[in-house]
């Protein structure tokens, strides 16, 4: 059975940092690209980043570039974004993917002083 | 970036009633992917590659469309489908519908 379990969420400053993971099991997670989709309190789905297989090539939305990087570890089977300069419209319920298919529970991050 | 505009936002619909939600997209995308999410849940795939149903799917559900114009249409509408639906589409920035909130009359 595929599980995606995120973890690392929680209230914190704007302008500050905070780091996701995203645990995998049940699939050959080395084989697969990996998303972040993001969804704020009562509004629609947003993509986030994007990284391939192999961490070689990674995609940003315009509105995260420069301050999130995604990025795996394969030998742990683990999904990563670290965001850094955070911003109340970063607040959301950010799903770890397999794209198209496969969705995490979902971690609050609220950003709020 | 390809904005996928959905219509009707809402609607409510009785059971056995056909449905049909639309997605636009501002330019032509080669297929769509509809995913289904309940309150408190997360999103589960519904149909992809436009017309083929995800696993476990009603077969009263049905997808179809071309170019900038796809539509999710469910055949004798069940308590269960109460819910939002979302299409999205697969050219980089992938992008989602605003989403249709469908309920039970």
């Known amino acids: 059975e595929v599980q995606l379990v995120e973890s690392g969420g929680g209230l914190v400053q704007p302008g500050r940092s905070m780091k996701l993971s995203c645990a995998a099991s049940?699939?050959?997670?080395?084989?697969?690209?990996m998303a972040w989709v993001r969804q704020a309190p009562t509004k629609g789905l947003e993509w986030v980043a994007t990284?391939?297989?192999?961490?070689?090539?990674?995609y940003y939305r315009d509105s995260v570039k420069g301050r999130f990087t995604i990025s795996r570890d394969n030998a742990k089977s683990t999904l990563y974004l670290q965001m850094n300069s955070l911003r109340s419209e970063d607040t959301a319920t950010y799903y770890c993917?397999?794209?198209?298919?496969?969705w995490g529970q979902g971690v609050m991050v609220t950003v709020s002083s | 970036e390809i904005v996928l505009t959905q219509s009707p936002t809402t609607m409510t619909a009785s059971p056995g009633e056909k449905v049909t939600i639309t997605c636009r997209a501002s330019?032509?995308?080669?297929?769509m992917h509809w995913y289904q999410q309940k309150p408190g849940a997360s999103p589960k795939p519904w149909i992809y590659?436009?017309?083929k149903l995800a696993s476990g799917v009603p077969d009263r559900f049905s997808g179809s469309g071309s170019g900038t114009s796809y539509s999710l249409t469910i055949n004798n509408m069940e308590a269960e489908d109460a819910a939002t639906y979302y299409c999205?589409?697969?050219?980089?920035?992938?992008?989602f519908g605003g989403g249709t909130k469908l309920e039970l009359k």
């Open positions: 990284i391939s297989y192999d961490g070689s090539s990674t």
């Open positions: 590659e436009t017309s």
């Open positions: 330019s032509s995308v080669s297929y």
């Open positions: 999205q589409q697969w050219n980089y920035p992938w992008t």
């Open positions: 049940g699939f050959t997670f080395s084989n697969y690209g």
């Open positions: 993917t397999r794209p198209g298919w496969y």
